[in-house]
């Protein structure tokens, strides 16, 4: 018979009980946040890791999978996990089975695998039931002193068992190998580092307890590497770290930061001026074929101008090839650019967000780490020695009892033969505990043969002494200290950069000044453009330079303003009337079918205002402004590009006036015709030079305003060009008449001079 599924009545003993939702609600995500927490995301700040890590490590060693021992089959040992200790998916227990063995995620592996398990190209491992484990020598020091009641233990999910609250964690796991995570509302990362500089770094800890976050650290590193203290992460990986030391102590200091972390690259010489750049190591935790996925995407998206192709040699070891361009590519360069746009250069960022004490999650510095782990390892120590103390009074009670035995061993033997309860008459005859009278009944006859005074009294005052020195130990903070010590230059001689596994990978280098300017004009291939400029201000640029402009089709009632050579990799230049200078990238310029596109597409440009003149610009350059009433100023070009969409205000001008001219300035006097077609020459010395501003008169009129401009080196006297193309040049000793004092109305122009009032 199935439950009844009618709901109960309406009558009043139906146990109904209100509940209000929102505190109900708040409650249970209180209580899901805290369970992932402390139970799924943030690892212990002693031995650094999370509950799924420490059960994988505890059932190992229930299995004995000892470094020295066989393998055994992943599955065999995630089915134990899961069965007692981990209430959890097997596939989520196997990916972190797995990550411990990866020799390119840890530092240094927790576990020793045999078979496929991944690669750094992003291959996943082979399933559980094809690979085998077992733990290895840094493993063993994080389970050192587990059975002689070193940690706490707690019941697991099922009460059936019991699993340890945290590991003894003779070795700093949590620097060491670095941790992730995320939990709820906070997240958790930490670059893993080297071992015997984070020993180093204890050890003076121990004997400066006052010490400061900067006093853990390394700034100039010493010849010896086994004397320097943390220097910055130390990936499984390699790389090469670019941040300052300045940059990384703020870090360590708060607990909060990043790295950059760069390729490690070198130039190999191919022969007659050629080179081809070798990447040997990639950031940690980049995925090497998507890495070289995303450099191929942007090699075909023309993103990469001076990058011919790659191509990836890697056997074992990483090798990617990157071909330039051509010869006259500067590598550096090259690689600036491919730092910029792809994953050969990352920022790994820091935020140690660690369980304290196994409790309360916090964001700890790296003295803080470096403190609980020392008060870990003594708490550790205190415990393993008042384990032992025991084991050895309870053993000298025994041997105090086997040493009455062999002084009276037929006694002994009769009272066993003859007593019903031999236990109280023992225990009456020699005044023994229950200890030594239920030992001595234990003793097997074959122990008959052993038992010797001389042995037990041997063995009785080893253990005495053994016994004095953990007292004295116990009673004694200096020789607790002393004792860590030592366990921690043993770490650090067992890990030194003598070893494969201990070298530092890991190295620093300041990154190459290269102006951003710089590299993105490497990144626009160069090609030749010529740009075109219509009377309403749309925008194009055509292929190639061309000489011929009068194929040039506009809208209808547009005609061409102007049209000039330039680069794809060139800034253009554009004056309004309103006294505003744009710059536009000549690669971001649409293309050349159709009639283009408007400026105020590209620019925030006011309706009011059009396009007085556009051109290339050239830093080394100074430009002379005219409004058209006749005011202006000297700027240098260098301060007229504008690096927004708002553009740069450079002229100031008031309605009806309006900027007019904006002329390069070549030589040394100025000539200036009005619309009253007076001519007046004057130096260029005259005029100031602005950044930004209204400037000075540069002419006087009673009506009208400037017709046109221009600079001229007086030696070589003034040229114009009349319609028919014909050059005329007024010498220095002919200008006379027109020379004067700037502000000044000038005179009439000479005979010869165009009526359009334009020098040409």
């Not at 068992?161 to 930490?190: K, R, Y």
């Not at 102590?249 to 950059?260: D, H, I």
């Not at 001595?440 to 010797?452: A, C, F």
């Amino acid at each position: 018979m199935g439950k009844s599924l009618v709901p109960p009545g309406s009558g009043g003993d139906d146990h109904i009980e209100p509940v209000d939702l929102k505190q109900a609600l708040e409650e249970r995500y209180l209580a899901y946040a805290l369970s992932t927490i402390m139970h799924r995301a943030l690892p212990d700040v002693r031995d650094g890791l999370k509950p799924v890590h420490r059960r994988i490590m505890h059932a190992m060693r229930l299995l004995r999978l000892n470094p020295d021992q066989a393998f055994a089959k992943c599955a065999r040992i995630v089915g134990e996990v899961m069965g007692k200790f981990h209430p959890h998916g097997d596939q989520s227990i196997y990916d972190a089975l797995v990550r411990l063995a990866q020799s390119f995620s840890m530092r240094y592996p927790l576990v020793d695998g045999q078979g496929n398990f991944g690669n750094i190209d992003g291959d996943s491992a082979a399933a559980m039931r094809y690979t085998e484990a077992r733990m290895t020598e840094v493993a063993t020091e994080l389970l050192a002193g587990i059975t002689e009641d070193a940690v706490d233990f707690r019941p697991t999910y099922n009460e059936e068992d019991e699993e340890p609250v945290v590991l003894p964690g003779a070795f700093p796991n949590l620097l060491a190998n670095g941790s992730s995570g995320i939990a709820v509302g906070m997240a958790t990362s930490i670059p893993p580092h080297n071992v015997a500089e984070l020993c180093k770094a204890a050890l003076y800890l121990i004997d400066n307890p006052n010490a400061e976050v900067e006093d853990l650290m390394t700034r100039v590193p010493h010849e010896d590497p086994d004397e320097n203290m943390v220097r910055g992460p130390d990936f499984p990986t390699g790389g090469v770290i670019v941040d300052s030391f300045e940059t990384m102590l703020e870090a360590y200091k708060t607990g909060r930061g990043s790295f950059r972390v760069r390729s490690k690259w070198a130039v190999e010489d191919q022969g007659r001026g050629t080179y081809q750049i070798v990447v040997t190591e990639i950031p940690y935790g980049v995925q090497k074929s998507r890495l070289i996925e995303k450099i191929a995407e942007l090699l075909l998206a023309r993103r990469l101008p001076l990058l011919e192709d790659i191509r990836d040699e890697s056997a074992e070891d990483i090798r990617v090839v990157l071909v330039p361009k051509s010869r006259t590519v500067d590598p550096t360069l090259l690689m600036e650019s491919l730092f910029k746009l792809t994953e050969l250069e990352v920022r790994f960022p820091l935020n140690m967000n660690v369980l304290s004490r196994g409790k309360v999650p916090g964001v700890l510095s790296l003295k803080q780490v470096l403190r609980e782990w020392l008060d870990h390892r003594k708490e550790v120590l205190i415990r393993r020695s008042n384990h032992r103390l025991d084991e050895i009074v309870r053993r000298l009670e025994i041997l105090g009892g086997l040493l009455i035995a062999y002084l009276n061993l037929d006694e002994v033997i009769r009272i066993i033969r003859e007593e019903d309860e031999p236990k109280p008459v023992m225990m009456a005859r020699w005044d023994l505990t229950d200890l030594q009278a239920e030992s001595i009944l234990n003793m097997r006859l074959r122990s008959l043969r052993k038992l010797e005074e001389f042995e037990i009294r041997k063995e009785f005052d080893a253990l005495s002494e053994e016994k004095a020195q953990i007292e004295a130990l116990l009673n004694s903070d200096q020789k607790q200290w002393k004792t860590i010590r030592w366990e921690v230059e043993r770490l650090r001689d067992r890990f030194s950069s003598s070893t494969e596994l201990g070298r530092r990978r890991t190295q620093f280098a300041d990154a190459p000044e290269h102006d951003i300017e710089d590299i993105q004009q490497a990144m626009i291939e160069r090609e030749p453009i010529t740009v075109v400029v219509s009377e309403k201000g749309w925008l194009r640029a055509l292929k190639g330079h061309l000489s011929d402009y009068s194929t040039l089709s506009f809208k209808e009632g547009d005609a061409l303003k102007l049209a000039f050579h330039a680069q794809t990799t060139d800034k253009i230049l554009f004056l309004t009337t309103g006294g505003k200078f744009f710059t536009i990238g000549a690669d971001r310029l649409p293309g050349g079918r159709g009639h283009g596109e408007p400026i105020r597409i590209m620019v925030d440009m006011e309706n009011d205002q059009a396009i007085v003149t556009a051109f290339v610009h050239d830093p080394s350059r100074k430009l002379l402004l005219s409004s058209y009433v006749g005011n202006g100023f000297l700027v240098p070009e260098t301060e007229v590009v504008a690096n927004t969409r708002k553009g740069r205000q450079v002229m100031n001008v008031k309605a009806p006036d309006e900027a007019k001219f904006c002329v390069p300035v070549a030589g040394d006097h100025v000539a200036i015709v009005g619309e009253n077609r007076k001519l007046l020459v004057f130096p260029l010395s005259e005029v100031p030079e602005m950044g930004r501003g209204k400037g000075v008169r540069l002419q006087k009129y009673k009506d009208g305003g400037v017709c046109d401009i221009k600079t001229f080196n007086l030696a070589d006297g003034l040229t114009w060009q009349d319609s028919a193309e014909r050059t005329f040049t007024r010498t220095k000793e002919e200008l006379v008449e027109w020379m004067g004092a700037r502000a000044s109305a000038g005179r009439m122009v000479p005979k010869g001079f165009p009526r359009t009032g334009k020098f040409g």
